[in-house]
């Protein structure tokens, strides 16, 4: 396999030395004397970021190559997803029936293309409508419930439990290079259902603190470049978006917090509104 970022390097007579996927040089900034090279470059994208003194580019663009690298890199991450072991995934519940009414505000359609079904004849699941949440093989993980009542007891279940919970969908459609992170499956429904197809959720704040480069992956090989942190309109969102953001960063994304107003939050947003978010992220 031909390697761009190493003909560059030898083209430019720059001497490197290999570290795990990247390639380390001294630094390309002309204000840092990097005397104890800390210039790493990643071997397929050629993202290049200096740990010493900050200094971030891309190893193409720096040298005014414009050939574009990202089709490198997203052939070399869908290989490493057809590596994954498919399984077999879970079952559906006995007696499920696929929803066909509206429920708060997300229409039919939206709750078909997410298969939402309730069934009768699973205790946990009873007066709770479900989706079958998949991971990037199409295998069907966890089962999220959320009570038909506002004032149910727990609001929403995760059958079973003790799932480590991938971002969902895992897929987008194919023209996107961006996407639009909320926190929960009914915020992510709400804009799903408003026109904004490009949206993931990742069931709550905390969830990409683990695991973050294994949960990104699968949109990375989508082509993916830019997410969008759409989270409540409250402290704990605001405080969660700030500390999320670099962790998103240092995955080589281009990230940014889109703020709500005080009290708002994704899944209480009208169509406007959300016309107005989707021209933005799309611009």
Known sequence: MSDPVLDLLNKNAISYSISGRDYVIKCLNPEHDDKNPSFRIDRVSGAAHCFSCGFKTNIFKYFGVFTNPVPIRIAVLKQKLAELKVTSGLDLPTGWTPYTKPFRGIGVPTLRKFEAFYTNQVEKLLDRIVFPVKDITGKTVVFVGRHTLSNG??????????????????????????????????????????????????????????????????????GVTHIYILFDGDDAGAKAAKELKPLLEQEEFIVEIIKLPDGVDPGELDKSDIDSIREYVTK
Request: glycine share 6%.
């Open 153 to 222: 007891n727990p609001r929403y279940i995760n059958y079973p439990s003790g799932v480590q919970m991938p971002l969902y969908p895992c897929h987008l459609p194919s023209n996107y290079r961006s996407m639009v992170l909320v926190e929960g499956v009914f915020d992510m429904l709400n804009l799903y259902d408003k026109g904004m197809e490009n949206v993931v959720c990742c069931f709550g704040t905390n969830t990409l603190q683990n695991n973050t480069k294994q949960k990104l992956l699968p949109f990375r090989a989508q």
